[in-house]
């Protein structure tokens, strides 16, 4: 398992942040593609912004590899959309091991996502995908600044001295509308827990819908004031 990087300097972008901001989202992904070549990759959780990212990048002719996480407590609706998008766009998935809920509960106790949740995402999120971001230069994720106060201000383009790679985020400043106009327009398989009020989707444990009025991502770790899986622990604001 590889350790989280040493403090480095990021090495040189060939455009401004700037410039990079002022980008579409088809833009931004083809300029990352030809920027990282085959060392760049992209996350999907099978929620909406997957459903655009994989059309988006199908579109424009490119086929980075996909790292899933499957923390093996997915919804179903996630794994039939997984199947659904594999299907329609011939995905190539790379899967880093995750332990499996039996061997969780032989270490860690039963139901650690109730008793620690960040071990628990810990475990069965981040030090998976540090694995598995070893090989790559940059990582495409689907996060908006909109989706919660925590992720409002998102470069971009950001370098992650814990990952030790670029974090790409096209789709930074896209809003829920822009999102569902995309997919409808595109016909694009998506989550359909989204259409029952899950505008955010993880783990069953630790997800449930959100109610009117309440933000975006909301209904993640209810109860707690847990914002994120750990994931962006260097993204955002607020951990
Ligand atoms: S979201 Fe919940 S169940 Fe999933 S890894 Fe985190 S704490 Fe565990």
């Not at 992904?29 to 760049?40: C, H, I, Q, S, T």
Request: net charge negative; charged share 30%.
């Amino acid at each position: 398992m590889r350790e989280p990087a040493e403090a480095v300097d990021s090495p040189a972008l060939s455009r401004s942040a700037r410039e990079l901001e002022a980008l579409s989202a088809e833009d931004f992904l083809a300029w990352a593609a030809l920027e990282f070549g085959e060392r760049l990759c992209v996350t999907c959780s099978w929620q909406k912004q997957s459903s655009v990212l994989v059309h988006m990048l199908s579109t424009i002719g490119l086929s980075p590899t996909i790292v899933e996480l499957d923390t093996h407590l997915f919804f179903r609706e996630s794994y039939e959309t997984r199947e659904r998008l594999i299907e329609k766009y011939d995905l190539k998935l790379v899967r880093p091991h995750i332990p499996t809920i039996a061997e969780q509960h032989r270490a860690e106790g039963p139901n650690l996502w109730e008793t620690d949740p960040d071990r628990c995402c810990h475990i069965r999120k981040v030090e998976p995908l540090i694995e598995a971001l070893a090989p790559f230069d940059a990582w495409v994720s689907g996060i908006r600044r909109q989706q919660s106060p925590s992720r409002a201000k998102i470069a971009k383009a950001q370098w992650s001295e814990r990952y030790d790679l670029y974090k790409l985020h096209p789709l930074a400043d896209w809003d829920e509308k822009k999102i569902w106009t995309y997919i409808t327009t595109n016909g694009i398989p998506y989550n359909p827990l989204h259409d029952v009020g899950y505008r955010s989707i993880g783990c069953i444990p630790c997800t449930r819908p959100t109610r009117a009025g309440e933000e975006e991502r909301a209904g993640r770790w209810s109860g707690s004031d847990k914002l994120e899986c750990g994931l962006h622990l260097d993204t955002v604001e607020g951990e």
